[in-house]
């Protein structure tokens, strides 16, 4: 008898599972992933566009300062 009330626990605790998960998922709305997608199409745009290359004075320029004339 005691071996059926270790059994019974984990049953129950399934069926409480089954049933809560039911009653989490009655009210799904179908939302739309739209503004995570265009975000994602966003940063897909940012990372395929080409770095631009130094200009060959520029690194001349980060070297100095104005006030170091």
């Keep these: 008898?005691?071996?059926l009330?270790?059994?019974l626990i984990p049953f129950l605790a399934a069926i409480g599972?089954?049933?809560?998960?039911?009653w989490v998922g009655r009210n799904r709305r179908a939302i739309g992933d739209g503004t995570e997608l265009?975000?994602?199409?966003r940063?897909?745009?940012?990372m395929e566009?080409?770095?631009?290359?130094?200009?060959?004075?520029?690194e001349r320029d980060m070297e100095k300062s104005p006030t170091d004339a």
Excluded at 38 to 41: E, I, K, L, N, S
Excluded at 43 to 46: G, I, L, S, T, V
Excluded at 49 to 58: D, I, R, S, V
């Design 5 to 7: 009330a270790w059994l």
């Design 17 to 22: 599972a089954g049933l809560w998960g039911t």
């Design 43 to 46: 940063f897909r745009e940012a």
């Design 49 to 58: 566009k080409p770095h631009l290359a130094k200009q060959p004075g520029q």
């Design 38 to 41: 265009a975000g994602y199409m």
């Design 1 to 3: 008898m005691a071996a």
